[in-house]
């Protein structure tokens, strides 16, 4: 009898485990499907962004996190390389400005070479689309989530109402629907996610990219990049709410943003690709304080360059 009940209780115990199994990976599998349906959209909308981006499991996540319409706010991370210790974590965001679309296709772009020749140096988070409601809606692109906000002026500011709402929204953009800050700092599920993120990630730098000003901005210690590929650097000044702002002069994590020409036209492909290496350059010079290891991914990367071409579809 009492063998009966240890067998009862090991088949028991073994289905239960079987199911939690079964649980955890369904729950895998749905969260990489949702992944890749929302890639598959962003695919659909920019030309620079293929289907072969959205290859299933390829480490684009859904990260649990949505937008005001309850579009997943994808995510790619690139983790350090035991034994080598990464030298710097770098947060990567695209498309906060949604309708700054080569803001999000270069991200794209970018993660792509990170795939190839990743090694290790930094531990990288790549979120190439912020703001997917103002990407994915039906009609144009906007600038602002569907609550018609500016997510980069929604992140808190010091007298952020008196400040980023009344001085700089009312009085100085005259209500400019494109500008508007939000009811309150971080009231928008995206600025909100990022907020947190920036507190579990501790980035050491967040490389924003936006568009169409042409110019490298930068907030925060120690010195900005002078220049990133024919960018060159140029304060453009910051405004109350915006993630320079807070992340750069109230966080001290210095904040570099990359603003391309265009928001329409990419950029030529070894255009994107000197400033992914200068940029990656600047990182390993500035941000980590320590003497960096040679940079083998790099070192490959600049070897292979003129022989890939990232940039079929501009
Ligand atoms: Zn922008």
Redesign the pocket.
Known sequence: MLIIKKMFVAVMAMLLIGSANAAEKKSHSSEADMAQQACLQIAKRLASVYTRDCKYNNGLLATGEFSVEGRPILEKTYPPRPPKKAKARVMLIGG??AD?LS?ISIVFKWMRILDKYHSGLFHWKVIPLLNPDGLLRDGDAT?VNSNGVDL?RNFPAPDWEANALDNYWVRRTRRNPRRYPGPSALSEPESLWLAKEIERFRPDVIVAV??PYGVVDFDGPPKGPSKLGKLHLNLLGTYPGSLGNYAGLQKNIPVVTIELKHSGIMPRSKEIKRIWIDMVRWVKNNIPKETSPVYKGLQAFMQDMEKTDLSRKN
């Open positions: 906060i400005h700054e803001s600038r980069n936006h568009a």
